[in-house]
């Protein structure tokens, strides 16, 4: 009932920016909470950035070079990334919350090198 396209990963040098996009389509408006969460080996997939229901953002890591926007539709959630490092390689997820069950992307790589 939900589907969310991402694009924007990439091969980058360190100190080089990217922007990662979400787009959701179906049953999904501009209310549900939408973000970004990377895979933590030998750990569990954690938020990087989103938006709640109430339209409060939270931009967790790093908070200090990565930026989370929404579109005029409420639809699309871009990952503004700056000051690239490469402790920052792994793959992204887009994320949706609708009636309290979680959708998710197919996932992007991001590989920074030195």
């Known amino acids: 009932q939900v589907q969310l396209v991402e694009s924007g990963g990439g091969v980058v040098q360190t100190g080089a920016s990217l922007t990662l996009s979400c787009t959701a389509t179906g ?48 639809l699309t959630v871009n ?16 994320n949706a919350f609708v009636d309290e069950k979680d959708y998710w992307g197919q996932g992007l790589q991001v590989t920074v090198s030195s």
């Open 79 to 94: 990952l503004r990334m700056i000051n690239l490092k490469p402790e920052d390689t792994g793959v992204y997820y887009c």
């Open 27 to 74: 049953r999904i408006t501009s209310t549900n909470g939408m973000g970004w969460y990377r895979d933590i080996p030998g750990d569990s997939r954690k938020v990087v950035a989103r938006f709640l229901s109430t339209g409060e953002k939270y931009e967790y890591l790093p908070a200090n070079r990565f930026r989370l926007s929404r579109g005029e539709n409420g």
